[in-house]
T-cell receptor, first 114, second 115 residues
């Protein structure tokens, strides 16, 4: 069965610290990968996505993610976090073979201390 | 960017009543809509996938007779929670995708509280 694992449920960082959130997936075939963010009181927004091509994907607000096919991973990174990055981050995956049903990881709550 | 409107944002109902949640794509044709349920401090659980004009496909463990989904047009899908019980209290979120399936657009969610 398809699944998405996020390794960290809660992360606390100080401003300017670097961020890396882990995401591993279990899915047969060619996949599309996403990171979504949910700021407090708001609905989900797309941060970045990978469909094909360069495995290093750059998204909004300075975030990037790297697709490593051999490791079934799609980790999210940001070199220097800001207080405004406090939010919950969800890794997600879908595939044409699955009818593009998008499966989400459990989410990682990030709290950035000012 | 594309907008998905979900209504109502919050509903409180008595046990045994039915509640309808609407999800509309405002500026694009949503060929596929997904309904998710999010428990507190948990991730989104996919409940069902609906394609316009056809029956919804439910995920394992989701009661199709309890969670009725209708996708009558390319811009509207509805989720009806029938005979609601307190354990149905949750945050329900719809999402929609267009022809390219490159991106999911999410509604703002509906907080359902069943007393």
């Amino acid at each position: 069965a398809q699944s998405v694992s996020q390794h960290n449920h809660h992360v606390i960082l100080s401003e300017a610290a670097s961020l890396e959130l882990g995401c591993n997936y279990s899915y047969g075939g060619t996949v599309n990968l996403f990171w979504y963010v949910q700021y407090p009181g708001q609905h989900l927004q797309l941060l970045l996505k990978y469909f094909s091509g360069d495995p290093l994907v750059k998204g909004i607000k300075g975030f990037e993610a790297e697709f490593i096919k051999s490791k079934f991973s799609f980790n999210l990174r940001k070199p220097s976090v800001q207080w405004s990055d406090t939010a919950e981050y969800f890794c997600a995956v879908n595939a044409e073979t699955g009818g593009f049903k998008t499966i989400f990881g459990a989410g990682t709550r990030l709290f950035v201390k000012a | 960017g594309a907008v998905v409107s979900q209504h109502p944002s919050r509903v409180i109902c008595k046990s045994g009543t039915s509640v309808k949640i609407e999800c509309r794509s405002l500026d694009f044709q949503a060929t596929t809509m997904f309904w998710y349920r999010q428990f507190p401090k948990k991730s989104l659980m996919l409940m069902a996938t609906s394609n316009e004009g056809s029956k919804a496909t439910y995920e394992q463990g989701v009661e199709k007779d309890k969670f009725l989904i209708n996708h009558a047009s390319l811009t509207l899908s509805t989720l009806t929670v029938t005979s609601a019980h307190p354990e149905d209290s949750s945050f329900y979120i719809c999402s929609a995708t267009g022809l390219t399936n490159e991106k999911l657009f999410f509604g703002s969610g509906t907080q359902l509280s069943v007393l």
